[in-house]
């Protein structure tokens, strides 16, 4: 199964996991110092919705953004 929402065609973005460790200055420490970076990737939240589309129905993967905008209409 694929990744990517059917109607806005977002899908996974790459990104980093930063791990820090001691105080930070405004708290009276020396800094933070980073200690490890990861790469990790951010996957959108797609359900499985039937929608309608025409007069048919059919079983989409939709991201919940489109879900909550109104970009689709559910079948009853």
């Known amino acids: 199964m694929s990744k990517v929402c059917e109607i806005c065609g977002k899908g996974p973005t790459a990104g ?4 820090q460790r001691g105080m930070a200055k405004k708290k009276g420490g020396v800094g933070k110092k980073t200690t490890g970076i990861s790469k990790r990737t951010f996957m959108p939240n797609l359900q499985n919705v039937r929608i309608k589309i025409g007069g048919t129905t059919k079983t989409a993967r939709v991201c919940t953004s489109c879900i909550r905008t109104g970009k689709i209409q559910k079948a009853g």
């Open 16 to 19: 980093r996991s930063i791990v």
